[in-house]
């Protein structure tokens, strides 16, 4: 069972990247797993334009490797901070350059089959704001992933993800409850992942939402 982690934090320390680390643990320990992290700082990937929509278009060796990588990939993980309302623009970039291979010729579906996936974000606001606010500028990444085909198992937001009032830094290292949680949900995300190895069907609840997604794409092509 193969799982891509991919972290946009940019960082040193990173909250992200801890808690990332922290769910790889819980995936980890029920064992036959090969989880590759990927830091999304370290790679040379170009800004999108519809030249990358071309067939004979040759991507970058970054790129190549990360479009391998989520293609073997049974499930994705995704650890983001959030800046300003959204995630960084690396993160942003790389999703729209995987319509390049996560959507059919006709751009219109997606070809991932299901693949679940689980996001974690940190911020440096309280809850609240997630749920009111934050949670909605930032919906263009569960929203892409699905309209690719993937499937959305659920998210983790870690908040006040600062030392003191306009002061970052490092602090889910002293958050020990935080860190169980994420191990936690990784072991349990692990095991999505396995089903959906073994049967290649997406959970029910998540083949369902995409078929109601589905039949209303349907009915606007009607009545456009």
């Not at 700082?41 to 278009?57: A, C, G, R, T, V």
């Not at 650890?79 to 959204?86: C, D, E, Q, T, Y």
């Not at 809850?127 to 998210?155: D, N, Q």
């Amino acid at each position: 069972m193969n799982i891509l982690v991919l972290v946009a934090g940019t960082n040193e320390p990173s909250n992200s990247n801890m808690l990332a680390d922290a769910f790889i643990e819980g995936m980890q320990q029920g064992g036959d797993v090969t989880v590759e992290k990927r830091r999304l700082k370290d790679l040379q990937i170009d800004h999108f334009s519809l030249e990358h929509y071309n067939p004979e278009f040759r991507h970058e060796e970054d790129f190549r490797n990360l479009q391998h990588l989520i293609e073997k990939a049974d499930g994705l993980v995704i650890a983001s901070p959030v800046w300003n309302f959204g995630v960084p623009a690396h993160l942003k970039n790389f999703i729209d350059r995987m319509g390049s291979f996560a959507l059919d010729e006709t751009r219109s579906r997606g070809t991932l089959r299901g693949k679940p996936f689980y996001l974690i974000f940190t911020g440096g606001v309280p809850a609240p704001a997630w749920k009111g606010l934050m949670r909605k500028t930032t919906s263009f990444v569960p929203e892409g992933l699905k309209y690719f085909g993937a499937s959305y198992i659920g998210h983790h937001f870690e908040s006040k993800c600062v030392k003191g009032r306009g002061k970052f830094g490092l602090v889910v290292n002293e958050r020990p409850e935080t860190l169980a949680s994420l191990r936690r949900q990784g072991h349990t995300f692990a095991g999505v992942v396995k089903k959906y190895e073994e049967t290649g069907k997406a959970p029910l609840k998540q083949r369902t939402c995409s078929r109601i997604m589905r039949c209303g794409e349907t009915l606007l092509k009607k009545i456009s």
